[in-house]
């Protein structure tokens, strides 16, 4: 039988639903009013149309939501202080800085600059830290929402063997480490695969939870997946256009045939991609209540 899809719009809206009236209960009962500003430098048309998708999405829910648009030729030291600016600003929460940055700015040092408790993204060392050793506060937006598509789907995933192909810093090694924590949603074994691996099928026909983050389309075809495994699509790859322009998407698991084999299985698109913004909306509510001792 065909795998059942895991709507990852259907389950992004629900928790949108859920973030909407805990904001609506933090303004009345407390005055706080979650506050996120997105910083872009320059106009990457990707980055672009990212940058307005989270400042919707804020707006939709409640937030005080700041665009903060500087031109491509922004100097570091600039861009340091403006993120320093907004650290010390009691009114932001959450401080997100759109990648990529131009490249005569040092990435890794803004990331840092940025402070841990207003770090939305997660990528902080300090939030990496945490995570680590199962004290994560600001989970990364994408391996977190991978975590409540199971969750919401009602996976099992304590004793379940998971394997992740892909260990990027964005999504292969903090979803591997969210998935082995001893916490509910958790409690896998874990093997993570990557381009050094011998005989990667050897592995993913192990998995009862699948999870693709390669960036190559079609990596994980059927003969790769055990019957009944739940697949979890993180890819998205430009494959082509439509003739109105509309950019063609595919994820990297072959899907028409995986979907034979599996017994759940995320879409691309409408999948993965819908929980990311969602979960950075979950991160700035947390970060507004811990800084107003509600967490
Ligand atoms: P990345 O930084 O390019 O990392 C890809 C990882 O996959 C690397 O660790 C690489 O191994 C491994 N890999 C590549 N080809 C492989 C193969 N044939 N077999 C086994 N491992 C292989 O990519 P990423 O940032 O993690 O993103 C992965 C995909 O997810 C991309 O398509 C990206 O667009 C998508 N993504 C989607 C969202 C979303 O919100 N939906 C968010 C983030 C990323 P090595 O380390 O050995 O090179």
Same mark, same amino acid.
């Given at each position: 039988?065909?795998?059942?899809?895991?709507?990852?719009?259907?389950?992004? +809206?629900?928790?949108?639903?859920?973030?909407?009236?805990?904001?609506? /209960?933090?303004?009345?009962?407390?005055? &706080?009013?979650?506050?996120?500003? @997105?910083?872009?430098? !320059?106009?990457?048309?990707?980055?672009?149309?990212?940058?307005?998708?989270?400042?919707?999405?804020?707006?939709?829910?409640?937030?005080?939501? =700041?665009?903060?648009?500087q031109p491509e030729d922004l100097s570091e030291e600039d861009l340091l202080a403006l993120v320093e600016k907004y #650290?010390? *600003?009691? #009114?932001?929460?959450?401080?997100?800085? +759109?990648?990529? $940055?131009?490249?005569?700015?040092?990435?890794?040092?803004?990331?840092?600059? =940025?402070?841990? *408790?207003?770090?939305?993204?997660?990528?902080?060392?300090?939030?990496?830290?945490?995570?680590?050793?199962?004290? !994560?506060?600001?989970?990364?937006?994408?391996?977190?929402?991978?975590?409540?598509? $199971?969750?919401?789907?009602?996976?099992?995933?304590?004793?379940?063997?998971?394997? &992740?192909?892909?260990?990027?810093?964005?999504?292969?090694?903090?979803?591997? #480490? =969210?998935? =082995? +924590?001893? +916490?509910?949603?958790? %409690?896998?074994?874990?093997? &993570?695969?990557? @381009?050094?691996?011998?005989?990667?099928?050897?592995?993913?026909?192990?998995? /009862?939870?699948?999870?693709?983050?390669?960036?190559?389309?079609?990596?994980?075809?059927?003969?790769?997946?055990?019957?009944g495994a739940v697949v979890i699509d993180v890819g998205v790859n430009r494959i082509g256009k439509t003739e109105s !322009?509309?950019?063609?998407?595919?994820?990297?698991?072959?899907? /028409?045939?995986?979907?034979?084999?599996?017994? $759940?299985?995320?879409?691309?698109?409408? !999948?993965?991609?819908?929980?990311?913004?969602?979960?950075?909306?979950? %991160?700035?509510?947390?970060?507004?209540?811990?800084?107003?001792?509600?967490?």
């Amino acid at each position: 039988m065909p795998a059942k899809l895991i709507s990852g719009k259907e389950i992004a +809206q629900q928790i949108r639903e859920e973030l909407k009236q805990e904001v609506e /209960d933090m303004k009345a009962k407390h005055n &706080v009013v979650p506050g996120l500003v @997105t910083i872009l430098v !320059g106009e990457n048309p990707a980055s672009v149309s990212y940058v307005t998708a989270k400042q919707k999405t804020a707006h939709a829910l409640g937030f005080n939501s =700041i665009q903060d648009s500087q031109p491509e030729d922004l100097s570091e030291e600039d861009l340091l202080a403006l993120v320093e600016k907004y #650290n010390s *600003d009691p #009114n932001i929460h959450g401080i997100l800085v +759109q990648l990529p $940055l131009p490249k005569h700015i040092n990435e890794t040092k803004v990331l840092y600059a =940025i402070d841990p *408790d207003k770090d939305v993204d997660g990528f902080h060392p300090v939030n990496v830290g945490k995570l680590m050793i199962g004290e !994560g506060v600001f989970l990364p937006c994408t391996p977190a929402g991978i975590q409540q598509l $199971l969750i919401r789907s009602g996976v099992e995933t304590s004793g379940a063997e998971v394997v &992740v192909v892909g260990r990027s810093n964005i999504v292969g090694k903090p979803i591997a #480490n =969210i998935m =082995i +924590q001893k +916490q509910k949603g958790a %409690n896998a074994t874990v093997t &993570v695969c990557h @381009t050094r691996t011998r005989n990667m099928k050897e592995h993913t026909l192990r998995a /009862d939870i699948l999870i693709v983050a390669a960036g190559v389309p079609k990596a994980v075809t059927a003969d790769m997946v055990k019957e009944g495994a739940v697949v979890i699509d993180v890819g998205v790859n430009r494959i082509g256009k439509t003739e109105s !322009g509309k950019a063609i998407l595919c994820g990297d698991v072959d899907f /028409d045939a995986v979907k034979e084999k599996a017994s $759940l299985i995320t879409p691309v698109p409408g !999948g993965v991609g819908p929980m990311t913004i969602t979960m950075l909306m979950l %991160n700035t509510v947390k970060a507004a209540k811990l800084a107003n001792g509600l967490l």
